[in-house]
Structure formats: structure tokens, C-alpha cells
């Protein structure tokens, strides 16, 4: 069930109805609603997976009791190995296995022996499986690190991994935020209702102006980079930058949002990570909730930056090729992330790894400075160059795309259905210009003093999405496939 269909808010409606206004007294009550309807909303794609999301949650449900019940520190770890072994075995097997296989195969292939990938199987990817497994764990570890003590309740619990607002793309929760609101009574709050619709509307805005009108543009260019100039090159790159950060932020302000109208706060996941000023800062607003699952549960464990530089720099290089290889089966991501392991280690041995920690650009001024605009614009640029790696379908194509970058051309390019690419340019700077306007409060995109500004914007972000909606094309978010 798609957030951006109708059934879906004819699902919201419903669910939101029962859950204030015939389960408003019971807290028992409302959490087997949530429970119900996160299982009725994610069975929906496929019923069969409702098995795993249910063993893992009866696993780490014990698993965490385990841990916590006993004080000698090789049985915790123990239990906790039995936690992670669990789930990474069972992400590895859906994910990973075919990719590994094939691995093997080309490996011994370029070694001179032939061999036939007669182990591949047809495994299917169940969907959110990276993300609601590794919640799952972080509550194992958060219990093992005496951070968080585990609840009685299986009926929490199983609310909390399966979530349905986020289970499918995240944020990734810790039960410290997510499970004990789910466990203490929520409160009806119309400005917080109130809030959620915004954070809703503005990211089925992403969702629809943004994401999905660039998407056949980007499609159109990365499967035919060889045929294009290379200003048209840069324009799919450039695009496709915009199209999964519209995409995933836009699935994640919608996951806020829906949280809300059920009293629940879930924590930011982007913070306008196109105006970070180095690549460090950038990793502090973008996909936060991954970011700061790796860096609390391998980077710190592993030493951090506590144990000299040579460690640090071997610790910043495995959290982001897990990091790549978690996004997905192919040596892309992996490259991916390798490129932004250097771009990021010479960041954080100067020290600078901070220095933008707190602060949002230009939050006193009107514009940002020259300094800082030319620190955007090259954060930009790295950052786009490496979103080719991740958007192509293989090393080579990613390559042959920067390859023909290089080859200088100003030739334009339209859009094979007619379209000027003008109108998508102004449709970008627009987007841009706006989240600058809104840049000091991610969960405030229409925070604005007077009423009749309010409603004009309103008006122009529904026109928008009526403009842009096409039916025709592939609507489901970018994140659904890792």
C-alpha cells in the first residue's frame, strides 16, 4: 500500500478513526489496532513476509530478556551475537544471497575457471526488511549496553518493530524514542494532528512535483547516456539528486507526519542536506536515522576516533561501505560508499568534521555568504558525482556516464514527451528557494505568521500536484528496494 494512493487514505482514515474515537480510553486497545493495521498494511504487498517481521520480533523479544536477565558478560554477548546473527543472516539470505553467488562466480571467472551459478535462487526482497531488522536490532544492543531495560509487553513491542508509518522505509527507530511512547498512554492533540497533515501534504509534494516528474527524465538519461551530450549528462545527475532526495524525504515527512495524528514523534530523518556546507554536515541531514544507527552500533564500538588516526580512518571506511552495501546487491553501492569514505576521512582529520554541527546555513541572514555558497556548491558537486555510482546499473555504465561528462557539450536537451527541460529547472530552483525560506524547522514547512499566506501556499502546492500527478508512471518510492 502506497502513501501516495488512495487507498491508502481511505486505510488512514479508518484506522485514525477507531484510534480516537472508539479506542481512545484503552491503551491495550490502541496499540492491537496498530498492530493489526501495521500487519494489514504490510501484508498488503505480500502476506507471506508477515512471518518474518513476526519471528523477528518474537526473537529479539526473548533475545533482549535474555541479555538483560543475566549478569555474566559472555552469556550477554552471546545473546547478543544470537540477535545479530539472526537478523543479518536473515537480511543476508534475501538480499544478499544471489549477489555473493554471482560474486563467486565472476571471481572465479577472471581467474580462469568456469563456473554456472547453479546455487542462485529466486529469492524475492521483502520490502522494508533492511529497515525493520536493523530496529530490531538496535533494541538487542541498546538492552546489551544497559541503555534501555526491556518491556514486558510483546504487544509493544510488536508494535514497535512493525510500525506502520515507518516500517517500510524508515526512520530506523530505537525503542528508547518509539517503544516507550508506544508503552505510555498518548494524549489527542489537534495542533499536533494539525502538524502531521502539513508534514503529509508537504511530502506528497516532494513525492509527486519533485520525485516523480524528474524520474522519467532520469530514467530517460541514465538508460541512454551513450546517446546524450554530456550537458545533458550532467542535467539526469543533477536530477537524479533531486528525484531520491523528493523521494525518500518525501516518504519520510509523510511517515512523521502519519506518526503524529497518532500522538507519536518520530525523529527527523532529513534536515535540507542539499545546503550542508561540507560532507560531514551533509551525513548529519541526510538519511540522519541511518547515519546515527552506524555510528552508535559499529563506529563507537569499533573505537570511533578515540584510537589514533590509522584507526579512524579504517573505521570511517567499513561504516561506509556497510553503509553501501546496506543500500543494496551490487558493487555500485559499495563503490558509492568508498567515494564518500574519501571525501569524508580528510574531512575529519583536519578536524572540520564539526564544525558545521549545530547550525543551519545563514540562520540569521537572508543569504548565505559567498564562502558558504561556494561550500554548498562543491558539497553538491561531489555529492552528485557520487549519486552515479549509486544510480547506475553497473560499475561500468557508472564510468561510461563519467566518462562522457568530460566530454564538453552545451548541446540542450528536451524531454522525449515534448516537455521544455526550462520548465524542470524552474521547477527545481523553486523547490530549492522554498526549502531555503523553510529552512530553520524541518517539521515546519508551511509555518507561515499569516493565515491568507498560508492558504495561498496551500492552494499552490495542491494545483502543483494535480499538474504533476501522472498515473501512468511507477508512483512507488525509490526506498522500497533496499
Not at 3 to 22: Q, T
Not at 98 to 121: E, P, Q, R
Not at 122 to 130: A, D, E, N, Q, R
Not at 333 to 350: K, M, Q, S
Amino acid at each position: 500500500m502506497l502513501f501516495n494512493s488512495f487507498e491508502f487514505f481511505v486505510f488512514l482514515i479508518v484506522v485514525y478513526f477507531l484510534y480516537w474515537f472508539v479506542l481512545k480510553k484503552s491503551l491495550k486497545g490502541q496499540n492491537i489496532l496498530l498492530l493489526v493495521a501495521s500487519y494489514f498494511f504490510y501484508g498488503i504487498w505480500d502476506w507471506r513476509f508477515l512471518s518474518l517481521i513476526l519471528l523477528s520480533t518474537i526473537v529479539d523479544y526473548i533475545i533482549g530478556h535474555k541479555i538483560h536477565d543475566t549478569d555474566d558478560d559472555t552469556r550477554r554477548k552471546r545473546w547478543l551475537w544470537c540477535s545479530v546473527v539472526f537478523n543479518i543472516g536473515l537480511l543476508g539470505f534475501f538480499k544478499y544471497y544471489n549477489f555473493f553467488i554471482d560474486s563467486w562466480v565472476d571471481l572465479a571467472s577472471t581467474l580462469g575457471y568456469t563456473m554456472k551459478s547453479t546455487w542462485t535462487l529466486k529469492v524475492i526482497l521483502p520490502v522494508g526488511i533492511s529497515f525493520y531488522t536493523f530496529q530490531t536490532m538496535s533494541y538487542s544492543f541498546d538492552i546489551y549496553y544497559r541503555k534501555l531495560k526491556p518491556t514486558k509487553s510483546f504487544l509493544s513491542f510488536a508494535a514497535f518493530v512493525s510500525f506502520f508509518p515507518q516500517l517500510v522505509a524508515g526512520p530506523i527507530e530505537r525503542a528508547s524514542n518509539l517503544l516507550s511512547q508506544i508503552s505510555n498512554k498518548r494524549h489527542f492533540s489537534y495542533a499536533q494532528s494539525v502538524s502531521g497533515l502539513k508534514l503529509i501534504l508537504w511530502g506528497l509534494v516532494k513525492k509527486v512535483v519533485i520525485a516523480d516528474a524528474l524520474g522519467p527524465i532520469v530514467d530517460d538519461i541514465f538508460s541512454n547516456y551513450g546517446s546524450y551530450p554530456s550537458s545533458t549528462l550532467l542535467i539526469g545527475a543533477i536530477f537524479f539528486g533531486f528525484q531520491i532526495y523528493g523521494d525518500f524525504s518525501g516518504y519520510s515527512d509523510i511517515a512523521i507526519g502519519t506518526a503524529k495524528l497518532f500522538g507519536i514523534e518520530l525523529m527527523s530523518n532529513f534536515k535540507f542536506p542539499y545546503f550542508s556546507r561540507n560532507i560531514a554536515e551533509f551525513w548529519r541531514r541526510w538519511h540522519i536515522s541511518l547515519s546515527s544507527w552506524f555510528q552508535a552500533y559499529i563506529y563507537v564500538p569499533l573505537g570511533g576516533s578515540r584510537e589514533g588516526k590509522l584507526k579512524t580512518i579504517r573505521n570511517v571506511f567499513i561504516i561506509f561501505l556497510v553503509s553501501g552495501i546496506w543500500h543494496g546487491a551490487n558493487w555500485t553501492f559499495v563503490l558509492w560508499g568508498l567515494v564518500h569514505a574519501l571525501i569524508f576521512i580528510p574531512v575529519l582529520l583536519l578536524g572540520n568534521n564539526t564544525k558545521y554541527k549545530n547550525t543551519v546555513i545563514a540562520q540569521d541572514s537572508m543569504l548565505p555568504s559567498a564562502k558558504e555558497l561556494l561550500s554548498i556548491f562543491g558539497v553538491f558537486f561531489i555529492v552528485t558525482i557520487a549519486w552515479i555510482f549509486f544510480r547506475s546499473a553497473s560499475i561500468g555504465d557508472a564510468f561510461s556516464f563519467i566518462s562522457g561528462l568530460t566530454e564538453f557539450s552545451t548541446a540542450p536537451y528536451f524531454h522525449p514527451n515534448g516537455y521544455r527541460m526550462a520548465d524542470y529547472y524552474i521547477l527545481v530552483v523553486l523547490f530549492l528557494c522554498y526549502e531555503f525560506i523553510i529552512r530553520r524547522d524541518e517539521r515546519a514547512p508551511f509555518n507561515f505568521k499569516n493565515r491568507y499566506v498560508r492558504f495561498l501556499v496551500y492552494t499552490i502546492m495542491v494545483f502543483a500536484m494535480m499538474l504533476f500527478y501522472d498515473s501512468g508512471i511507477d508512483r512507488s518510492f525509490i526506498y522500497f528496494q533496499f
